[in-house]
């Protein structure tokens, strides 16, 4: 599987050729969690806990939301829509490689980046901003936690690939591209827990898939979950992995034949 | 010989969209959309050996890509069947896979923002090159290519032609037996384009590869290949010898002439006929059979200053093969080499068609 460490390494020179535009996006993610910080600790100032969470919970969960986003909400589909609209993809086609691992670990090397980044930034602001931090109890909190970050993971590629294969279809895969990130950034509670939501509203969404990526994880993590909830949790993520693992193969195999490696 | 290309009555139908102009049509096509079928190759059956460079010939438009796009794997054949090296290339087997390239002009595989060097071992990894026979062979590749210091730069930064050879020495890197080049010279500058082709001419010499090249530039085929098809409207019209286009489709030579007296239309007509006519010189396209005899009468009036006979040149044949294949379509396309009607007799079907 050289190949693909190739890839891997090819793929992360790349990003560090855009340092420019790495660093923006690092900017929003650090922009987010001070507004967040400062939009918590006002909310702290005069009660000892809001809507379930603890002060040092909540800014934990700003803290965490930013590695999780790093971690999982990065990628390089935005890539793949282009190569796919352009035809660049048959440079991929015909070569014997397989393009699903080629985009995974161009992913990864995303990934990578991007974790690298938000670990150093989140030390940064415990040190700076001297952040409650909330550490579980018990070990195998992190163990459970890292389980359903991995799970989300999954969930995210085999999701917005779906999506891509939009750009099979269409030239203007971008825009349900748009939609569904603003609408997975909410759904996912990146902006807020989902425990903002009425409690009917935050029912409906728990049984969503976005709220697998981002939210079920993080409650993990700051034990909030009982044996109960923590299954069921688990339950909805694996069960959406395994709609979209059929439902993202089929839609890409249908893609795949329904490319005409466009112009010329 | 053997035969390392094969296709048997290979067709290919698309459905592109209609979108109509405006808004009102893109409103229209938003909810009602429209397709066209296009028959973008009709029935082709060619079959090509080890170790010869073809040049695929046609104007924009009318099939070339396509072709290559069936062969390489990327589309599936809507009819008829077609084996390269006896694999089924829309199956895309690794086997098959690391046995053939594709080059496409206007689409690059080589990493934008990265120097060419990094794809290529890229590539390296992709196609399983050993290490040892990779390093030898990409400083050769880069040494016959006069690639040197620019496979250190950003792709990005090279100009168009330099792009080109490294994107062919990218695509040389598991040295292919079957190498398809789609306008391997589309927009580069004259010096560039005969760089490339003796590229491409000394690896088909000196590795037996077997190469596929499209183009509409009469050149690029004129250099490299001895045989050549003709490809219009997703149609074969000829297959052979490039020689032999020329008795194919250029009965007639162009004789040019000056005279010390103004020319007598009349006279001339009997001669040929009259391409160009400015007071004391004309060209005539003249039945090259009859060249001579008919000089003859030009000869004894003494008045000749200036003369000149040539072949028509090689774009004004294949024009003119494309304009007689318009006009003769109920002619099946294979039949045609043996058609070849004597130069007497020959109907000049391409007199009105000139400009």
Redesign the interface.
Known sequence: M??Y???FQ?SL??EL??RASFIMDRARSITIVIAFYAFWTALFSDRATLLGFSKSQMLTYVLGMNILRALIFSDKTWEMLREIN???L??Y?????SYIRYCLCRDMADKCMHLVSSVLEVSFALLILNIPFYVPRDFLTVLTFLTASAFAMLLYFLMTYAVGALAFWTAESMGPRFCFELFLEFAAGAFFPLDVLPRSLKTAFELLPFSSLLYFPLNIFLERLDPEALLRGFAIQIFWIGIFFYFTRAIWNKGL?A???E?? | MIPVIETRHLSKEYKISIKQPGVKGVLRSFFKKEYRSVHAVKDLTIQINKGELVGFLGPNGAGKTTTLKLLSGLLYPTSGSLSILGFIPSNRERAFQKKFSMVMGQRTQLWWDLPARETFKLNQKIYEVPDSIYKKWVEELIDLLDLKELVELPVKKLSLGERMKAELCCALIHSPEILLLDEPTLGLDLIMQKKLRSFIQSYNEKTGATILLTSHNMSDVEELCKRVMIIDEGQLLFDGALEKIVHHFAPDKVVTLSTSTPLVKEQLEKMGKIVAMNGKTASIEVPRQAVMSRLQALFSQGTLIDLSIEEMSIEEIIRRAFLKASSLKEIEPRTKESLEPSPEEKPNTSERLLP
């Open positions: 050289k190949k460490w190739q890839v090819i020179q790349q050729y855009y352009m035809g660049r048959s440079y086609l015909i070569r014997p490689i034949q490319y005409c490696a112009g010329g």
